[in-house]
């Protein structure tokens, strides 16, 4: 395997909260990396040198293990103005060994470290609590807001612990949002088609360029094709959807080689969304990747505070691709956009969400054949 499609290989040294280190988790993934430890105090932080954000790329070969204080579970952090899809996020841990141009983390986190959660006892119990509770609602649970859901797995073995878990849950699934190629953790495992595993896709232009350390293309479907053949089932992500020159041959490319080489009735769902960004990233990205010109496109602001391409930018980078997608995808799969507005959805679906109970119904509906 190389370097980028197990991204946790980018990984030089270990730092442990002081807290964590008689947990039996915390000793398996020392055991496991074979890497130099440092302890630090409890809610100490790794010492990086320089200042953020030009010590990124430094301290992304550091990963701190040690609790999380927060909420394990909880809803995505969607906008009221935006059509949200009521995903579940379940905190895995913080920031991410890849380096894409346009990840908000960068504007989101303000450090540079990688940061893992080892009490996971406390993170299941959480899991059991919440789904216990609304034991009538259908639960589409994500692992990839903060972080990538695979990236570190070869060294945590997490994918395994959850997948099992999911396995026994009937009103639950489980999506594993990946950049990697790291899925041989999740071979041979009863998964009971409870787990979903996904990826982020572009054209072949902005995943070479733009997507720094990521597995390619080819590693990505590859990686894909084993999971279905391993019963799994699919997930795709256009997002973010990005103008560039040969943008619509490209995404157009990467649609015909997508259904070239998965087979499409395992696919479940796949998303859209443009371009969007907090202010303060672009200075980020710009002082940190000074070659990338995207950002430097027309934007306005959303009603979320993010700057966005305008409406009929977006309508019609959508329109290109979700004609290419409805050629090949199966009839079964879900096509939708991530946080959009109703006219965005009527302008290219041809109607809106509410028309067909709302976008999490139309997930969910689409959960019922798996």
Request: aromatic share 12%.
């Amino acid at each position: 395997m190389t370097l980028y499609q197990d991204p946790a290989c980018f990984v030089e040294k270990l730092h442990v909260a002081e807290d964590c280190l008689d947990l039996p988790y915390t000793k398996e993934i020392i055991a496991r990396s074979c890497l130099p430890v440092q302890v630090v105090t409890d809610r100490g932080t790794p010492d990086i040198a320089g200042s953020y954000p030009a010590n990124m790329h430094t301290g992304k070969r550091h990963l701190l293990l040690c609790r999380n204080r927060g909420t394990f579970f909880k809803p995505c952090p969607g906008t009221k103005e935006y059509r949200c899809c009521d995903y579940q996020v379940l905190n895995i841990g913080m920031n991410c060994p890849m380096d894409c141009v346009y990840c908000i983390l960068q504007a989101y986190l303000n450090n540079p470290w990688l940061s893992f959660f080892v009490n996971i006892d406390d993170l299941f119990h959480e899991l059991d609590d919440g789904l216990y509770r609304q034991a009538d609602k259908i639960f589409r649970i994500g692992t990839g807001e903060f972080t990538d859901s695979l990236a570190m797995d070869s060294l945590t073995h997490l994918s395994p612990r959850l997948v099992s878990y999911m396995a026994k849950q009937p009103r639950a699934i489980l999506e594993l949002k990946t950049k990697s190629a790291n899925v041989a953790n999740l071979r041979g495992l009863k998964h009971n088609e409870r787990t979903i595993v996904a990826w982020s896709l572009n054209t072949e232009t902005i995943m070479q360029k733009e997507e720094i350390r990521t597995a390619s293309f080819a590693e990505r479907l590859q990686a894909a094709r084993q999971c279905a053949d391993w019963g799994y089932h699919l997930a795709f992500h256009f997002d973010p959807i990005i103008l560039h020159p040969g943008w619509e041959d490209g995404y157009k490319t990467t649609i015909r080689t997508l259904f070239r080489t998965v087979p499409a009735d395992a696919i479940a769902w796949i998303s859209l969304g443009a371009l969007r960004y907090l202010p303060s990233l672009k200075q980020i990205a710009a002082s940190r990747f000074p070659k990338s010109r995207f950002f430097y496109e027309e934007f306005v602001g959303g009603l979320d505070g993010k700057r966005r391409y305008f409406r009929e930018e977006r309508v019609k980078m959508y329109r290109v691709l979700v004609d290419e997608l409805r050629r090949f995808a199966a009839p079964k799969t879900c096509l939708y956009f991530c946080m959009e507005n109703d006219t965005i959805w009527k302008d290219v679906f041809g109607f809106v969400p509410a028309e067909k109970g709302g976008l999490p119904a139309m997930l969910d509906q689409t959960l019922h054949w798996i």
